[in-house]
C-alpha cells in the first residue's frame, strides 16, 4: 500500500512538473506561431462580422489552473473508479475526503464562469494545449481550455462532475438508485429482527448537535456498524451549517455527514425537534413488529446525547435516551458479535 502512495505521488509531481515546463517554455515556442493563430483569428474576425459573445473578466492563472484540474480529473477518473472497485487495494479515506474537497472546490470555481465557458469557442483547444501548453500572456486561451476541459471531463461516465445547465456531482443511475433502495430496505429488515430478538440493542440512533461537535471521533464506529441505523434530524443539520462560521468543530462534522450521506451510512428526518424525530422512528418500528407477531420489549430508538439532563424530561415510548460515551462502551462490549461488525 506505501509502494503504491509513493508511485502516485511520483506520478502527480512528474505531471506538474511537466505542466511547468510547458508553462515556462511557451514564451520560446516558434514566434511565427503564435503570428499566425493571431492573425488568423484577426482574419475570422474581418470576414464574420458579427459581434462575438463578451467573454467575462477573468483570473488568468486561475483559468489555467483549472483547466490543468479538468485535465488530470478526465485522466485519472477511469483508474479511480476501477481501484474504487477492487476490494484488495483499498484507499485511505483521507484521499477520498481531499478528492472530494477537491471536487468540491472545482465545481464552485465553474459556475462562477459558467456563462463565459458556455459562449466561448473550443475549437482545436486540444492540439494548441499539446503544443503550447499554458501562457500566461492569452487570456482568451485560458478561458477556451477551461471550457474544453470541463465539457470534456463532463463526457466521461465516471467523472465526478457533469453538466446540467450548470455544473453539479455526478448522480447515480435510475438503476443504482433502486439498487441502494432495495438493500436499504432490505438492511433494515434485518437490523430489526436483529434488534427484536436483543435484550437492548436499538434499531435506530438519533445523534444530537452536541454529539456531533464535541464527540465526532466517538459516533464514527457506531454509524458506521451494520447493527445500527443512524438518524439526524433535519434541524441538526441546519443548526451545524448555521454554526459553521461561528465553532470549528463545525465544519468537520458536516463534511463528515456528507461523506456519510453519500455512502448510505446515515438517514435524514425532516423534523423540527428530537421529539418529532424519535415519536415518528418509534412509531415507525413498532407497526412493523405489531404486523410480524413480535412486540418489542425495549426500546428500539436510542436518542445520543452529551448532556442528559438537558432531556430529562422527555418521554416518549419506545425510546431511550442514552449518554454517547455509555452507549458506545454498553454497544462495543455488547454480548453479540453482530454488535461490532462492521461495514
Known amino acids: 500500500m506505501e509502494s503504491g502512495n509513493g508511485e502516485a505521488a511520483q506520478f502527480f509531481s512528474e505531471v506538474i512538473r511537466i505542466r511547468r515546463r510547458r508553462a515556462s517554455s511557451s514564451s520560446d515556442s516558434p514566434p511565427g506561431s503564435r503570428t499566425r493563430s493571431s492573425s488568423s483569428s484577426q482574419e475570422k474576425s474581418e470576414e464574420e462580422p458579427a459581434d462575438p459573445q463578451p467573454v467575462e473578466e477573468v483570473n488568468v492563472i486561475g483559468s489555467w489552473l483549472l483547466a490543468e484540474v479538468c485535465e488530470w480529473l478526465f485522466h485519472i477518473s477511469p483508474q479511480l473508479h476501477t481501484l474504487k472497485n477492487r476490494k484488495k487495494t483499498p484507499i485511505p479515506a483521507a484521499l477520498f475526503n481531499a478528492f472530494h474537497s477537491l471536487v468540491d472546490k472545482l465545481i464552485h470555481q465553474l459556475n462562477r464562469l459558467a456563462k463565459a465557458l458556455r459562449t466561448v469557442d473550443d475549437v482545436d483547444e486540444e492540439i494548441y494545449w499539446l503544443l503550447y501548453g499554458a501562457s500566461v500572456l492569452d487570456d482568451n486561451r485560458a478561458i477556451r481550455q477551461t471550457a474544453h476541459w470541463a465539457f470534456k471531463l463532463c463526457v466521461v461516465e465516471t467523472a465526478p462532475i457533469e453538466y446540467a445547465g450548470y455544473f453539479r456531482r455526478r448522480g447515480p443511475s435510475s438503476e443504482t438508485v433502486e439498487l441502494q433502495r432495495k438493500m436499504a430496505l432490505l438492511h433494515t429488515e434485518n437490523v430489526r429482527r436483529e434488534a427484536i430478538s436483543s435484550q437492548w440493542l436499538p434499531v435506530y440512533v438519533v445523534l444530537d448537535y452536541d454529539v456531533l461537535i464535541q464527540c465526532l471521533k466517538t459516533v464514527c464506529p457506531i454509524v458506521n456498524s451494520t447493527s445500527l441505523i443512524a438518524v439526524i434530524p433535519s434541524?441538526?443539520?441546519?443548526?451545524?451549517?448555521?454554526?459553521?462560521?461561528?465553532?470549528?468543530?463545525?465544519r468537520p462534522a458536516i463534511r463528515m455527514c456528507e461523506m456519510w450521506q453519500t455512502r448510505g451510512r446515515i438517514r435524514v428526518v425532516e423534523a423540527s425537534?428530537?421529539?418529532?424525530?424519535?415519536?415518528?422512528?418509534?412509531?415507525?418500528?413498532?407497526?412493523?413488529?405489531?404486523?410480524?407477531?413480535?412486540?418489542?420489549?425495549?426500546?428500539?430508538?436510542?436518542?445520543?446525547?452529551?448532556?442528559?439532563?438537558?432531556?430529562?424530561?422527555?418521554?416518549?415510548?419506545?425510546?431511550?435516551?442514552?449518554?454517547?460515551?455509555?452507549?458506545?462502551?454498553?454497544?462495543?462490549?455488547?454480548?453479540?458479535?453482530?454488535?461490532?461488525?462492521?461495514?
Open 235 to 250: 434541524f441538526v443539520l441546519r443548526k451545524l451549517d448555521a454554526n459553521k462560521n461561528l465553532c470549528s468543530e463545525a
Open 273 to 343: 425537534s428530537h421529539a418529532e424525530c424519535c415519536s415518528t422512528l418509534a412509531d415507525s418500528v413498532t407497526t412493523v413488529s405489531d404486523v410480524n407477531g413480535e412486540p418489542p420489549t425495549h426500546a428500539m430508538v436510542a436518542l445520543l446525547v452529551e448532556d442528559l439532563e438537558s432531556f430529562q424530561d422527555m418521554r416518549i415510548p419506545s425510546v431511550a435516551i442514552y449518554h454517547i460515551e455509555s452507549f458506545f462502551e454498553r454497544w462495543n462490549k455488547g454480548s453479540s458479535s453482530s454488535a461490532r461488525r462492521t461495514r
